[in-house]
């Protein structure tokens, strides 16, 4: 997005608390202060001043937005924009929040602590947030979730993502064996589990057919003894955290991507767009997953991809099948995925979107009475 905002932002701020310590940090971005200097520090031990450090963190980003001559504030998650309602309501612009996720699951729990990620406020803080502040949803899901929290419907945009897309559909030579690709974070709601167990039923129906999965997460060691436990050892490429080039070269070879997309059972999670799957389809590679969260919004059951009902394994397992016995029906949808990824998610129609919502925004101001929901999700 920054990329395709290019010189429209004309301050870029980040967050030193969400940055390792010691990382290289771009000379075009401005960080809030992690906490306070020494000398605000004794200040305060000295009774000099009564600011705490989240009220100097509030003061520092309003007064770097008021002088960067921003017309609009273009805020990334959701739990963040929380964090400094106090400044968007001294701020006379519009600001725009982009929800992704995790940021609307309210009762969200960590994969491996188990505890609950979002304070016990945080609704609130959600539902109090200034007049002035619109909603991105990055899916049907996600605008379903914010108004659950009664947020007004006229102030929440949907927007599509823009993935690359190859010239034209991959398709594999006759001698080449159909390889089965799950590329994600290995956690509950992208089901890596139960892609392993619906995989080792149809692995035998197949030989030479091998599932690779790439990603790492809080599932990983369990994941690692279900594979020796079904003993499908041999048939099942573990990857790890793989970079961007990687995770092309894995997709190149695929001749299915799949995942077993539901409800997380610790997480409570599920995807709420799914930009793995979109990928997948921009090299023309058919999907099987769970109809969960927002991939219904993309993904249509036997016409660009197959969707089955979270947790029913054999379900995955019988379309998995289906496909690899099938080269006719891969390259079907595959060029069904492939042609919805070239109509309506590329890069530039992302910035189509984010620019008339920016537009829009700019002329409403706080007012959403005057605006009707305007952007609608391109099937």
């Keep these: 997005m920054r990329r395709m905002l290019g010189e429209r932002i004309v301050v870029n701020i980040d967050d030193l608390r969400n940055t390792a310590r010691g990382a290289i940090l771009p000379n075009d971005t401005q960080y809030v202060p992690r906490k306070m200097s020494r000398m605000m520090r004794a200040m305060r031990a000295a009774r000099l001043t009564r600011k705490t450090s989240e009220k100097l963190r509030s003061d520092w980003m309003l007064q770097t937005i008021s002088q960067s001559n921003a017309s609009v504030v273009f805020v990334h998650f959701l739990d963040y924009a929380t964090q400094f309602n106090d400044v968007w309501r001294?701020?006379?612009?519009?600001?725009?929040?982009?929800?992704?996720?995790?940021?609307?699951?309210?009762?969200?729990?960590?994969?491996?602590?188990?505890?609950?990620?979002?304070?016990?406020?945080?609704?609130?803080?959600?539902?109090?947030?200034?007049?002035?502040?619109?909603?991105?949803?990055?899916?049907?899901?996600?605008?379903?979730?914010?108004?659950?929290?009664?947020?007004?419907?006229?102030?929440?945009?949907?927007?599509?993502?823009?993935?690359?897309?190859?010239?034209?559909?991959?398709s594999l030579s006759e001698q080449e064996r159909p390889q089965v690709l799950f590329?994600?974070?290995?956690?509950?709601?992208?089901?890596?589990?139960?892609?392993?167990?619906?995989?080792?039923?149809?692995?035998?129906?197949?030989?030479?057919?091998?599932?690779?999965?790439?990603?790492?997460?809080?599932?990983?060691?369990?994941?690692?003894?279900?594979?020796?436990?079904?003993k499908v050892d041999s048939r099942i490429n573990r990857h790890g955290t793989v970079s961007p080039d990687r995770g092309t070269e894995l997709r190149r070879r695929a001749a299915i991507f799949t995942a077993h997309n539901q409800k997380g059972a610790i997480t409570g999670q599920e995807e709420a767009f799914g930009v793995s799957l979109l990928e997948a389809m921009g090299e023309g590679i058919p999907v099987v997953?769970?109809?969960?969260?927002?991939?219904?919004?993309?993904?249509?059951?036997?016409?660009?991809?197959?969707?089955?009902?979270?947790?029913?394994?054999?379900?995955?397992?019988?379309?998995?099948?289906d496909l690899l016995s099938s080269k006719h029906g891969r390259e079907s949808l595959g060029l069904a995925a492939w042609e919805t990824v070239r109509d309506n998610y590329q890069s530039h129609h992302e910035l189509a979107d984010m620019n008339s919502i920016f537009q829009q925004v700019s002329q409403l101001g706080s007012c959403p009475t005057l605006c009707e929901p305007v952007l609608q999700r391109v099937a």
């Design 90 to 170: 001294r701020l006379s612009i519009p600001v725009v929040v982009h929800c992704h996720g995790y940021d609307v699951h309210w009762d969200v729990r960590h994969m491996v602590k188990k505890r609950i990620v979002h304070s016990a406020c945080y609704t609130d803080r959600v539902r109090s947030l200034a007049e002035n502040v619109w909603f991105i949803a990055n899916s049907s899901f996600t605008k379903r979730q914010l108004q659950d929290l009664d947020i007004n419907p006229n102030k929440i945009f949907l927007k599509r993502f823009g993935v690359p897309v190859s010239e034209k559909p991959r």
């Design 183 to 230: 590329l994600g974070r290995l956690v509950d709601f992208k089901g890596p589990l139960e892609t392993t167990r619906a995989f080792s039923q149809i692995a035998s129906n197949h030989p030479g057919t091998s599932l690779d999965i790439a990603g790492d997460g809080g599932l990983a060691a369990e994941l690692d003894d279900l594979i020796r436990e079904l």
């Design 289 to 321: 997953t769970g109809r969960s969260g927002g991939i219904p919004d993309f993904i249509k059951h036997g016409e660009n991809g197959l969707l089955f009902e979270p947790g029913d394994i054999d379900a995955h397992a019988g379309m998995l099948d």
